[in-house]
Every structure is written in C-alpha cells, then in structure tokens.
C-alpha cells in the first residue's frame, strides 16, 4: 500500500510539474552505465568496421566527399551574399536577425527507450552544456528537443511524438501552423489550418521561430497530402519531417548565440507538453 | 551474507542487471513491441522461489529502476511491479507446484494483469499507446517463460542462492 502510495505521488510529481526532477536526474545517473554497457558493442564494431575499410574505399569517399565540398561552398558564397543583404533589409525595419547558431556534434547511444514515445538517448548531457528545450537537428532538418539533460547523456524527443508539436511556416508563402507528432515516425500534422489555406503538396515546412524554442528557418517537412473536406472547418495536412529521425546517427544541438527571445514562455507553442 | 539463511544475493542482482540490460537492447522496429517484460519475469521467478527475500519493496525499486532506464514515466513500472509482486507472492505456493505449462499460463495472466495496469496508468497521462502489439510482450513473455524459469533455477541451484 506504503509502495502504490509512494509511486502515485511520484508519477503525479513527474507528469504535472517538473518536480521529480532531482529524483529523475539522480536515477538517471544510476542506470547511465547500463545504457553504456549496451551501446559498447555497438560503438566496438563501428570502430572496428572504421578500421577495416580498405584504402580504396578511403580514397573513393574522399573524393565523394570533395565533390559535396565543392557544392556546399559554391552555395555558401551566394548564401553569405543573403544574409548580408537580409541583414541590411532588417535593419531596415529595425528587427533584429540571428545569424549564426553555435552546435555541438553529439552521437546517438544505441539503446532502445519506451517503444510508444519516440524518444533517442543522445551521449551529451549538462557537462557539455546541453539544456532542456534546446533544439536538435540533422544534417537534414530539425529531429527534436531535448527532453531531459542528465550529467553524462540526456533523452531526446522526436517531433513525431505524439505529445510534441512545433510551430512552422510554409516556406512558400509564410502561413504559419502547428505541426504535431502523429506518433508514426514518418508522418507530421499541421493543425488548424482552415480549408482555404494556400498549402500545397510538396510545400516545405521550416520552423518558424515563433515560441523561441526553436530557431527560425529549418526545415521540417514537407507536405505530402492535403485533404479538404468542405463539411469541416480544417484541412487536414500531412507532412513527411525533414530530419531522418530513424537513420540520423549524429545529430545537431542548437544554441543560439544571442538569445533575444524576451519572448512568450516557451510552453505557449513549441513546447512538449508533457 | 553471513546469515547462513540468506545467501547468493548477489545472483539476483546479477539477474537483474541482465534483465536490464536486455531490456534496452536495441532490437530491429519490427521486433521491438515484442519485447518481452525480461524485469516482469525474472521479478516472478524470484518472488516465487525466494518468498521471503524478494517481494513488494523488491518489485518496486527494480520497477523505479526500468522507469528511469527507459525514461517513463516516473513510478509507473514501479507501481505495476509491485503489485505483480504482490500478487505473486500471493500464488507463490500454488504456482510453485504447477507443471511448467500451467505455471507458463498464471505467468501469462499476471504478464497480462501488469500490462493493463501499465495501459491504465498511461491512459491517465493521456498517451496511452494503441494497437493490438501492445498486448504481444505479455505474450512472448509467457512464451520464454519455460527458457526463463530453467534457467534461473539453474543459477539459484548452483549458487544456492535462498
């Protein structure tokens, strides 16, 4: 009875407040070197398969790599040009523009969470400064937020959490919406569009910055179907993210460098409730 | 470990680590809802042989220990195993002289008792988990319940762990 007590007070702590907190980080620490036994075999055979690769392969992947190189910096030169040019327009309308977010590299552990969330365990935690909210991306778009900062390792949540949602913008035309984990690791929903909403299949959707959790103009998703079914006052989009969040190994934490988010509290849009 | 009533701890604490790390081993998508509760059965196999030194307080701090490894919600495998305990150690007599087919079924009603409360629980919080495969892990758990049950009296014979 003393037990079931004790566990319902414990679960009312956690899920209305943050305030089980200490117990969680504590807890945390104690099962890190489990996740750390499990993730080492894994680790071993990259490194092995790391040392096996023949010369070959090494010479052919540089070059590829090369090649990409080339690509991305003939872009980047017309992208700096942008921004420059941004900046001036928005100094024009006297706002401000961040341009530059700092990242820290962190790596996936190979461990599997709760099958019915969608949640990654990630091998950076508080020592290297890494925060709860704080935005997680791939090399393709935005995967998620961080969930919750232990010391040594800290838990990520997927945007296709069904209990997590992030404001976004078509890239288009700028209608903004809320797109929603659906719990389907491939597929979003933008809520709350009315019918006659200019969005089309194919749109890209890019965060919108708006709820100053995460940075503005990421890529998200991209529209894949909408439904407009007259007798309802909303559309219903779907959206494939843009991240590969079943694939990406390493993944992006954000920071941004000069927060001038004075802005709503966090929770009001782009938060995981949870 | 001086009480010569009490001895071989440290395999149950073994046993657990195991069932722990087994329970956040990376499986493949499509096995990944099979899981079995690996804590769920070896907390039953230890209640029932060892009555008087595994049971609620036990069930509850491995639950609380699954809870944050697989970052649940806090208390919720805490509370769903000690009741599994509880229950448990309520058939312990009974189980214990069953034929390993009629035990592998009480397994399979407990395993399945643990998972509505799981499902109740998450309910609550609003993200109760859909789909029939929810139910697969009571079943694949009954399933190695056999494999599961030899083994552990292997090691508690060897080690003589009472």
Redesign the interface.
Known sequence: MLFAAVSVVLMILDHRQQLAEPIQDALALAVYPIHAAVNLPFEFGEVVAEQATTRRALIEENARLKAQQAILEARLQRLDYLEREIIDLRALLQSSYQVTDSVLIAELMRVDLNPYSHLLQINKGTTSAVFVGQPVLDAKGIMGQIDEAGPLSSVVRLITDPSHAIPVQVNRNGIRGIAVGTGDLRSLELTNVPNNADIQEGDLLVSSGLGGRFPPGYPVGRVVSVDVDPGKPFARIKAVPAAELDRSRRVLLVRATNRQTEAAPPAAAGAAAR | MTDPQRQGGWVILASW?LA??L?????P?LL??A?PEWVALILIYWCMAVPQRVG??VG?LV???Q??????????H??AY??LAYLTLKLHQRIRIFPLWQQALTVMVLLLFTRLLLLL??GF???A?SGWQ?WLAAFTGTLLWPAVFMFLRQCRQIFNVR
Request: neutral net charge; hydrophobic residues 45%.
């Open positions: 680590l722990y790390v329970t956040v081993l990376p499986l998508t990944e809802k899981r609620v307080g509850w639950g609380l220990g809870d944050a490894l697989q970052n649940s919600l806090l208390g919720q805490a509370l000690a009741v629980i998450s919080t609003g993200q988990p929810y």
